[in-house]
């Protein structure tokens, strides 16, 4: 449950880009809450014990467990509606709900599957990415690590032909930015919303920002696969937009203590 001071409390994996949709939404706002992170492949374990699903991120607010990270940011919208992340433009709204919707459908499972596919080449940089070096159980991690890349890679469905398809929307994503990013930089009216929120979290695990939170690998570390598919995107705008986005609208944390 809650803290007992009715802090919000965001249950969240920290590699995750939907994740971070909703750590940066309430970073954005400054709204003061409680993160308790997720162990990697137990997401599904925690998110039925809060009944608010199968996924994380889960946020707990006024006694309710909220999951999807859509349904998270309408709710923090209503609650905290400054600054604001919805247009109140009617027409501009239903532009960055339909922006928020294509980079969350359309984009972010197949950059997860390029991401997982590219480093699954080297398990002890992917154990790395997903736990971090430091993790008090990788050893174990290490000796069952075969069954784990295999469990992956049928879990999201990664085989070469579909990280090579994954890899062309992943492209076709820098490309909408591109194309809907205006002289101010926003991708929809003249400030920033939740389609530039959700466009840059998306794209973060690729871009890696130096403000993005919780890296546990660089993007240098990375195997030589996913550095070159980087590093051919690195000269786009779009990989510029993700970096500026991240510059001017990714503040301070505004989590506490439990």
């Not at 970073?27 to 009944?51: I, M, S």
């Not at 532009?95 to 599957?113: I, K, P, S, V, W």
């Not at 290490?142 to 992956?152: A, D, G, H, M, Q």
């Not at 840059?200 to 871009?207: E, G, K, M, Q, T």
Request: glycine share 6%; charged share 30%; proline share 7%.
């Amino acid at each position: 449950m809650p803290p007992s001071d009715g802090q919000p409390v965001l249950w969240h994996l920290e590699i995750s880009h939907y994740n971070e949709k909703v750590r940066w939404a309430l970073d954005y706002k400054g709204v003061a809450h409680v993160r308790r992170a997720v162990t990697p492949a137990l997401q599904e374990l925690t998110a039925r014990r809060l009944r608010a699903g199968r996924t994380v991120p889960v946020l707990e607010m006024n006694g309710r467990a909220i999951g999807d990270s859509t349904r998270i940011i309408e709710a923090i919208e209503r609650r905290w509606p400054e600054p604001p992340l919805y247009p109140a433009d009617p027409e501009e709204r239903s532009r960055a709900l339909d922006l928020e919707d294509y980079f969350d459908e359309q984009c972010g499972h197949d950059l997860r599957r390029v991401l997982f596919g590219d480093n699954l080449a080297e398990p002890e940089k992917f154990l790395t990415m997903v736990y971090g070096a430091d993790h008090p159980r990788m050893g174990l991690l290490e000796t069952i690590s075969p069954l784990f890349c295999r469990v992956v890679k049928r879990r999201f469905r990664i085989r070469p032909e579909t990280v090579e398809k994954s890899r062309g929307k992943v492209r076709r994503a820098f490309e909408k930015v591109e194309a809907n990013a205006g002289p101010n930089g926003y991708l929809v009216g003249e400030s920033f919303t939740v389609a530039d929120l959700t466009a840059a979290s998306i794209l973060a695990l690729i871009v890696m920002p130096p403000e993005l939170p919780y890296v546990k690998l660089q993007a240098d570390d990375r195997t030589a696969q996913s550095r070159r598919f980087r590093d051919s995107l690195e000269d786009r705008p779009g990989f510029k937009w993700v970096e500026d986005m991240y510059r001017r609208h990714r503040g301070a944390s505004a989590e506490v203590a439990a």
